[in-house]
């Protein structure tokens, strides 16, 4: 199943970047073969293609404190596991999954999860709130920082990652309406906050 690759733009839309996707793809089809055969110079390669996007992701889920952390376990499991990887997808498919897993699994206990999903109506204007002063550029990475996990989680999934709605319902334990109203909720929240 493919997934949107690229970069983001200020507006958060995904910017496709077909031709150094597809030239990833065969330099990670040799590197991954030579680094199951213990080349760490190989993974050291493939590090270095898909750091970025992982780092990316990973800081836009977790919070920025956060995401080294995830970044360099998700690269370990990945190299623990890479003679799992049976090539049915591409290996840049196969990996980002591994790095939403490890992300996913780095979440807090059981009580911080039962508030990520929030339905008080003033967070909204609480979040929304930014300072007026005309030196700001609008920040959109810090507009996604600021907004509950959950809520940041399912954003970062459906819009920026192209995940359906009941695949991040499996991926996150919820309802497919959970995701649904929190995604709605956040598309407001980040539209006030770039019109403030």
């Known amino acids: 199943m493919g997934r949107p690759r690229g970069t983001v733009s200020d507006a958060g839309s995904v910017e496709r970047s077909d031709r150094s996707e597809s030239e990833a793809a065969?330099?990670?089809a040799s590197d991954v073969a030579a680094a199951a055969s213990g080349?760490?110079?190989a993974f050291e390669r493939v590090y270095r293609r898909h750091v970025a996007r992982i780092h990316t992701t990973a800081a836009r889920m977790l919070g920025a404190e956060e995401a080294d952390d995830a970044t360099q376990d998700v690269f370990v499991r990945a190299w623990e596991r890479l003679g799992q990887f049976r090539g049915d997808s591409a290996f840049g498919t196969w990996l980002f999954r591994l790095a939403i897993n490890v992300i996913l699994s780095r979440r807090e206990v059981v009580a911080t999860r039962a508030r990520?999903?929030?339905d008080d109506a003033?967070?909204?204007d609480t979040l929304s709130s930014r300072s007026s002063s005309p030196e700001l550029a609008v920040d959109f990475e810090a507009a996604i920082e600021r907004l509950p996990p959950g809520m940041r989680q399912i954003f970062v999934l459906h819009d920026i990652e192209g995940y359906k709605h009941d695949e991040i319902a499996a991926m996150l334990g919820i309802a497919q309406g959970t995701?649904?109203?929190?995604l709605h909720r956040v598309r407001m929240i980040l539209r006030r906050y770039l019109d403030a």
């Open 26 to 28: 065969g330099e990670d």
């Open 39 to 41: 080349d760490v110079r």
């Open 116 to 118: 990520r999903h929030v």
């Open 122 to 124: 003033d967070l909204v």
């Open 179 to 182: 995701s649904k109203s929190q």
